[in-house]
């Protein structure tokens, strides 16, 4: 929803309803992953993408059909064995696209939403996509990492509390499917992860008949770029580009300045494992977040290394050198007390081979390395490769 927002937001504003297609689930080669969103406007208009084109029109004509009718629709679109002409993904992927009419009346709690998403707070949308009760359909409850208390961001236009902004005037439609769906959310939220959950029609962990779309809307996932060199220029580039919040740290302030890293969110003049230990503490580092050590100098880097690798999960660390210098450095890093076990969470040299020889090559093939290790890629060329191009945690759809 998160490239939809602004354009859902002026029609919500402006008391228009609105077709919202969402991607809720995807099986082989989908190009599209969970959350993706299409908008059917007002006046015809078409907003974002669900497919990269294959079953937009189709998606258009059902989101159309959905704001007349009011009663939201779980849509499966895939190649059809029996009709070649059937709408489909010439991919050969599936996807599921749950789409529902959105307005002032269907779902009053989008503003204080949109307002969580735009202020970087962490906030998760559930929504009933499958119930063998169709009322249930289109039910959702908004969740926050925990209960919320009375933030000054969350009142009404009068000042009073404003308990719909919570998520606490809803419900999917038990207290125990509540309670169920606000417990795994918040675990997803937690991680940045937006998942199709599944349980018996009351909520029932163990059963089945009820689907839940939970997309979760959390702060940028992190990336740390450890000393102020040009290739960490060139790293804080696609990092943005890729979507985090890119931090470069550096103890030598006149090289760690803003205007060396204009693409960075911020440039902090620190030691790197001083900052990184602080920023440990104050309870900023995720599983999602990237560490990139790129001084290759022992006196910075060993030190930082220490503190990344006794850190019980994040999603990458790497760290910039030779083949000499990543042999020294593991010498050091020993002599320092770290386990193979640790040492092991550590990738270095740095990034995939890709022949790289200038600073933006390189980058890329540190990217490269990051998104393998976040979808299971295997970093071949895939004109070599068969089967499934795209990587998913779930086996294909029946």
């Not at 939201?72 to 009709?83: A, E, M, N, T």
């Not at 359909?137 to 969350?154: K, M, N, Q, S, Y």
């Not at 009142?155 to 005037?169: K, Q, T, W």
């Not at 022949?355 to 093939?365: D, K, L, M, N």
Request: charged share 25%; glycine share 12%.
């Amino acid at each position: 929803m998160r490239e939809v927002l602004q354009e859902l937001m002026t029609w919500w504003e402006a008391g228009e309803a609105v077709g919202v297609g969402t991607v809720v689930g995807t099986w082989r080669s989908a190009p599209r992953q969970p959350g993706a969103s299409m908008l059917v406007g007002p006046r015809g208009q078409a907003v974002g993408s669900v497919s990269g084109g294959c079953v937009e029109g189709a998606v258009y004509e059902l989101g159309q059909e959905v704001v007349a009718s009011g009663s939201p629709v779980l849509q499966r679109y895939g190649i059809s064995d029996d009709d070649a002409f059937a709408v489909g993904l010439t991919c050969g992927g599936i996807l599921d696209v749950f789409v529902e009419k959105v307005s002032r009346e269907t779902f009053p709690e989008l503003g204080a939403v949109a307002a969580d998403i735009e202020a970087g707070r962490p906030v998760a949308v559930a929504t009933v996509i499958e119930h063998p009760d169709p009322a249930w359909l289109g039910r959702r409850i908004v969740v926050h990492p925990e209960p919320v208390d009375d933030e000054a961001t969350r009142v009404s236009g009068d000042g009073e509390a404003n308990p719909a902004a919570y998520g606490l005037s809803m419900s999917l439609g038990s207290e125990r499917a509540d309670a169920a769906v606000r417990d795994d959310a918040r675990g997803l939220l937690a991680q940045g992860r937006t998942a199709t959950l599944g349980y018996g029609p009351d909520g029932e962990r163990r059963g089945e008949g009820m689907r839940v779309f939970v997309q979760s809307h959390a702060p940028k996932p992190r990336m740390l770029v450890f000393g102020a060199i040009d290739f960490a220029a060139a790293v804080a580039r696609v990092g943005s580009f890729l979507g985090y919040y890119v931090t470069v740290c550096d103890a030598r302030p006149v090289f760690a300045t803003a205007s060396r890293f204009p693409e960075a969110d911020e440039v902090i003049v620190r030691w790197p494992h001083d900052y990184l230990t602080e920023e440990v503490e104050g309870g900023r580092i995720d599983p999602r977040t990237v560490i990139a050590v790129l001084t290759h100098d022992p006196k910075f880097d060993v030190p930082v290394l220490e503190v990344a690798l006794r850190l019980p999960e994040v999603a990458y660390i790497g760290a910039m050198g030779s083949r000499r210098t990543h042999e020294d450095r593991l010498r050091r890093l020993r002599e320092a007390g770290m386990t193979e076990e640790e040492l092991a969470r550590m990738s270095s040299p740095i990034g995939l081979d890709l022949g790289a020889r200038t600073p933006e090559e390189t980058a890329i093939s540190i990217a490269a390395e990051i998104i393998a290790l976040r979808w299971g890629g295997r970093g071949d060329r895939l004109s070599g490769l068969e089967g499934p191009i795209h990587h998913h945690e779930h086996e294909p759809a029946p």
